[in-house]
Structures are given as C-alpha cells and as structure tokens.
DNA sequence: CAATAGATCATCT
DNA sequence: GATGATCTATTGC
C-alpha cells in the first residue's frame, strides 16, 4: 500500500487534549528580539488555530532599512506600519493576487522585523485542513509552502495585527520536543537580497516547501 | 520529472 | 502602470 492510498497518513499526529496539557502559550517577550534570533526559535514550535495545530518547520526572516527584500524596508506605509509595531502580532499580507502570507512580528515595539512562516507539520485538525486544501494529495503537500500554510490554517489578511500570545491564534512550545539540526539557505522567491541567508528549517524535515 | 505560463490584485511608483 | 516573500495545471522531454 502507498503513501497516497493509505488512510492512517491524514490521521491526526497529537490529539487535542494532549497539546492543550503538554503546551505553553510563548509570552510577548519571546519576540521582543532581533528577526533572525526569533526566526531560529520558532522552529518546532507549533502554530495554533482554532482546533488546528502543526508545527513550524520552515521560516524566513525579514528585516528593516538594510534589508530591500523585506517590506518594512522603505519606512511606515499603511501596510507596514503593524510591522513597526509591538511583537508577538500578526502580520498577513496578500502577493500575485491569489494568496496569504503570514508573518509573526519580531523586535520591541518601535524598530521593524517579521518572520514568515513558510510551512508546517500538520498535527491536529488534519481533517479540516485537507477541506480547506483539496488539492493537496498526501499530507506532505497541506501546509508546505507560505500560500498552503494559510489556506490550510484558515489564516487571512483579516487576522493582521491580531495578537498571537492569546485567544484562537496561538504559538506554542510543546514538551518533549525531539532535538533538531537547523539548515540555513537564502530566502525564496525573491529578488533583492537574493544572497542573505535568512530562511532556517528543520533539516532533512518531509513538510518543508519544495523549490529553491 | 523539469520547465513554464496563467491566475489576479493590493501596494507603491 | 508595474511588480511581487506563490501555487497549480499543463506542456514538453
């Protein structure tokens, strides 16, 4: 039997009641630092919506003035003014007219820097996620990517500026997390500051995006 | 399997 | 008026 006819691949990795006993809300204070130090962090940790959790295996980070790939480059816009803003909120933004992009805040309140979320270990809900991603033929392919990632978290430009240390919208550390090694390559799909190596995943992880 | 075109719109020039 | 922190279907080898 395959990976993609077998129907024990969608099942739930953690059960709710589990995640909720054995996790922890990260504070504000945990994305009051430098992008890039918050990028590191967030992986492994688990993003949380509603009743559907995965864990975070791919990010990229964003900064401010030097960096001209990040949006936040060119000062306060009505659009990058959440970026300017306090940590630990969200910031979504819509690119090719199609999809969602979801960022965390980083930085104290003041100074610009965001992480984006580039894709995610389906864990709880995966029955939910596989309605809202019908294209998505084995679980690999639910959340692997920045566009996947909001579709199958239900995450929208709505959400931007929504704190992420309370309420439906949630990152959490999960106990007994297994150790990792993190890889460090240039950031994707971009042009300018093509070089930088500010995209950090878990290395030799099955739900990173593909290309490069 | 790899390459590429098309979809489609908010944001900034 | 051009561009872009993407995904998918289709084409071609």
Same mark, same amino acid.
């Given at each position: 039997?395959?990976?993609?006819?077998?129907? =024990?691949?969608?099942?739930?990795?953690?059960?709710?009641?589990?995640?909720?006993?054995?996790?922890?809300?990260?504070?504000?204070?945990?994305?009051?630092?430098?992008?890039?130090?918050?990028?590191?962090?967030?992986?492994?940790? &688990?993003?949380?919506?509603?009743?559907?959790?995965?864990?975070?295996?791919?990010?990229?980070?964003?900064?401010?003035?030097?960096?001209?790939?990040?949006?936040?480059?060119?000062?306060?816009?009505?659009? =990058?003014?959440?970026?300017?803003?306090?940590? +630990?909120?969200?910031?979504?933004?819509? &690119?090719?007219?199609?999809?969602?992009?979801?960022?965390?805040?980083?930085?104290?309140?003041?100074?610009?820097?965001?992480?984006?979320?580039?894709?995610?270990?389906?864990?709880?809900?995966?029955?939910?996620?596989?309605?809202?991603?019908?294209?998505?033929?084995?679980?690999?392919?639910?959340?692997?990517?920045?566009?996947?990632?909001?579709?199958?978290?239900?995450? =929208? !430009?709505?959400?931007? +500026?929504?704190?992420? =240390? +309370? +309420?439906?919208?949630?990152?959490?550390?999960?106990?007994?997390?297994?150790?990792?090694? &993190?890889?460090?390559?240039?950031?994707?799909?971009?042009?300018?500051?093509?070089?930088?190596?500010?995209?950090?995943? &878990?290395?030799?992880? !099955?739900?990173?995006?593909?290309?490069?």
């Amino acid at each position: 039997m395959n990976a993609r006819s077998d129907s =024990t691949q969608w099942r739930d990795r953690l059960s709710w009641a589990e995640l909720e006993d054995q996790s922890e809300i990260l504070p504000e204070s945990f994305y009051a630092r430098p992008a890039e130090e918050v990028a590191r962090a967030l992986l492994g940790k &688990i993003l949380v919506h509603g009743r559907l959790a995965g864990r975070i295996v791919e990010v990229e980070a964003y900064l401010g003035a030097d960096d001209p790939a990040a949006h936040a480059s060119r000062g306060v816009t009505p659009r =990058t003014r959440v970026i300017f803003g306090p940590p +630990g909120r969200a910031y979504v933004f819509f &690119i090719y007219g199609m999809y969602d992009c979801f960022n965390l805040i980083a930085e104290p309140e003041g100074a610009p820097g965001c992480v984006l979320i580039r894709a995610a270990e389906p864990l709880c809900g995966i029955s939910e996620m596989r309605l809202r991603r019908p294209n998505a033929r084995c679980v690999e392919e639910l959340a692997s990517g920045p566009g996947r990632l909001t579709m199958a978290f239900g995450i =929208t !430009r709505r959400d931007t +500026g929504r704190p992420v =240390t +309370g +309420g439906d919208l949630t990152v959490r550390s999960l106990s007994g997390g297994a150790s990792f090694e &993190i890889e460090t390559t240039p950031r994707i799909g971009i042009r300018r500051s093509a070089e930088r190596p500010l995209r950090f995943l &878990i290395a030799g992880n !099955r739900f990173v995006s593909r290309r490069s």
